[in-house]
């Protein structure tokens, strides 16, 4: 039943996933000169002197959650597997914020300062659809188990 209010969930996780990989996370300032020229996106850091590519595993992270989220939607059937399949996702964009709070706030030089655009945020309002996911999910697990007891 791809019309229950989970699926709906995963699909808006999916696309606020999709939105974030394609957009700047922020950008890192220098205290010292004050210039805002690094961007920092998933895959890269655009400097004035090139182009980093030492922050791939932010992109890798969230990239897995997209396949993952999309057999979610498509295995209606399977509802402990969906479960799982949410709390994978889960993990991963708790792994993915782990990366940028290192990409963002540790690794830079001292005296830099990461300015968060809003698309940095988007994965944490996915998380919140995969759990709201998973809780719909479970509870239509307990229905049919109640059915099935009743029978």
């Not at 989970?6 to 000169?33: K, R």
């Not at 809003?118 to 719909?136: D, M, S």
Request: aromatic letters at 12%.
């Amino acid at each position: 039943m791809l019309q229950r209010i989970q699926t709906i969930y995963l699909v808006l996780a999916l696309i606020l996933t999709a939105v974030c990989l394609s957009m700047p996370l922020g950008t890192l300032v220098s205290e010292a000169t004050m210039d805002g020229d690094t961007v920092l996106l998933n895959l890269w850091m655009a400097t004035q002197n090139g182009v980093d590519y030492s922050v791939w595993p932010l992109f890798a992270v969230l990239l897995l959650t997209c396949p993952i989220a999309v057999f979610a939607i498509f295995a209606y059937k399977q509802r402990k597997l969906q479960m799982k399949l949410c709390v994978a996702n889960v993990v991963l964009i708790l792994i993915w914020v782990a990366l940028l709070a290192f990409f963002a706030f540790i690794q830079p030089a001292d005296g830099t300062v990461y300015h968060p655009s809003v698309f940095a945020f988007f994965p944490l309002v996915a998380l919140v659809f995969y759990l709201l996911a998973r809780k719909g999910i479970k509870h239509d697990e307990k229905l049919i188990r109640d059915m099935d007891r009743l029978r």
